[in-house]
């Protein structure tokens, strides 16, 4: 598995936005900042980020995830 795969499969569905990827080995550790994730809860934004990378987790290639997601003003407040 490489950065590059999942960044990939991101980008599909998140073209614009700020994707940042840390892998551990078969694990991943994703932050993305969009717009698309204003109002909704953060159970939607997680299957949202999930449905880009799904193939790669039932295809075995990643296993464990980490996801945190966050408006472009909710990631400024924060950082």
Request: charged share 20%.
């Amino acid at each position: 598995m490489k950065e590059q795969d999942i960044r990939q499969a991101l980008i599909t569905v998140f073209t614009q936005d700020d994707i940042t990827i840390d892998l551990q080995g078969n694990s991943a550790s994703i932050t993305v900042i969009s717009e698309a994730f204003a109002n909704q809860t953060t159970v939607k934004r997680q299957q949202m980020v999930y449905g880009a990378i799904t193939k790669l987790i039932q295809g075995g290639s990643l296993h464990a995830v980490s996801i945190q997601a966050y408006t472009p003003d909710e990631a400024r407040n924060k950082f």
